[in-house]
Structure formats: structure tokens, C-alpha cells
């Protein structure tokens, strides 16, 4: 698990858009993206195919990303970040973890998408070397529960959820 500061300069949290996925296992990225904007005074604006909010952390701004293209899709906010000038490897992704139990929390550099097509979208774009933030939701019992499972809403409390979302903010702040 990475614990040192990282050149971050904007944070894709990964979900499908609108209100019908709101509350949703797969949308745990937009749920902490979210947070983060309520915490620093952040305002959501449409752009194209995403939403994007500005705030500073440390004192350095940071751009976060709300891809509004369904998660199969995410990647095609890459090629917004590149025209600023953002490296992969300054790119925080937030997104739901199968392989993680609820609320546990992991941050790594690189790797596969292990079945994440979210994931899978943004790898296409620019390689796997940027940072994710891996949110535990925990796996059904049977494989083929997945896609379901992914789509329902968290049947943990609202307040476990929201504690969850709090943790995965200050990891974020601890990494900037």
C-alpha cells in the first residue's frame, strides 16, 4: 500500500450517471469525489462528457473528474486531462473493489484492471501507470451475481457508508 505524497493533480471517481445508480456498490468513486467537493467548497460543472469540480488541498488545486459516460466508458475523460498537461501517473482513480471486504481501503500504483471496466476504459487510454484508490465492497458468493450485485444499492447502513466515504477522503488528503 502506497503511504507517501503523490503528485496528484486530479481524481477520477468512477460511477454511472444519474439518480437511478446514486446509491449504487459501483458508484463508491462518485460517492468519495463527492464528499471531497462538499469538504473543500467545490462546485460541479457539466463539461462535455463529465462533470468537473476544482478545490485545493495543501495548496495545490485539484481537478476532479465524474465521467457521465457510464463506466464501460470512463476513459474518454483522459484526453481532457492530457491537454492540460496531466501525466497518468498524476491521476488518482477512485473505484469499487470486488476483491476488498467492505470499507477496507487500498491505494496502489499500477497494475491490470482485473475485470474492472472502468478501470479497463481508462487503461485503454494511457496505459496502467497511474495511482487507484480501491474501495472494498466486498464479492457475492456466486460469480455470476456480479453484475447485479454491482448495480444494488449498499446494504450496510447509511451510516457505515458514509464512514466509509470519510475514510477514503482522508486517505486521499493524506496523499496530497
Avoid at 1 to 22: E, Y
Avoid at 60 to 85: A, E
Avoid at 107 to 136: M, T, W, Y
Amino acid at each position: 500500500m502506497v503511504t507517501q505524497k503523490l503528485p496528484i493533480q486530479a481524481i477520477i471517481g468512477l460511477g454511472n450517471p444519474g439518480s437511478k445508480f446514486a446509491r449504487n456498490r459501483h458508484n463508491i468513486g462518485f460517492m468519495v469525489v463527492d464528499a471531497m467537493v462538499q469538504a473543500h467548497g467545490g462546485q460541479w460543472q457539466s463539461k462535455d462528457t463529465m462533470e468537473l469540480a476544482t478545490i485545493t488541498i495543501s495548496d495545490k488545486p485539484i481537478v476532479l473528474i465524474k465521467p457521465q459516460t457510464y463506466m464501460n466508458s470512463s476513459g474518454v475523460v483522459i484526453p481532457y486531462l492530457t491537454k492540460k498537461g496531466i501525466k497518468p501517473e498524476n491521476i488518482l482513480v477512485v473505484h469499487d473493489e470486488l476483491e476488498l471486504p467492505f470499507g477496507k481501503l487500498k491505494v496502489r500504483l499500477g497494475g491490470s484492471a482485473k475485470g474492472h471496466n472502468g478501470l479497463k476504459s481508462i487503461i485503454e487510454q494511457c496505459g496502467d501507470k497511474f495511482p487507484r484508490l480501491s474501495c472494498g465492497i466486498s464479492r457475492p458468493v456466486a460469480r455470476e451475481e456480479v453484475p447485479n450485485y454491482v448495480l444494488q444499492n449498499f446494504s450496510e447502513s447509511q451510516q457505515e457508508v458514509e464512514h466509509f466515504i470519510q475514510d477514503a477522503v482522508k486517505i486521499i488528503e493524506g496523499l496530497i
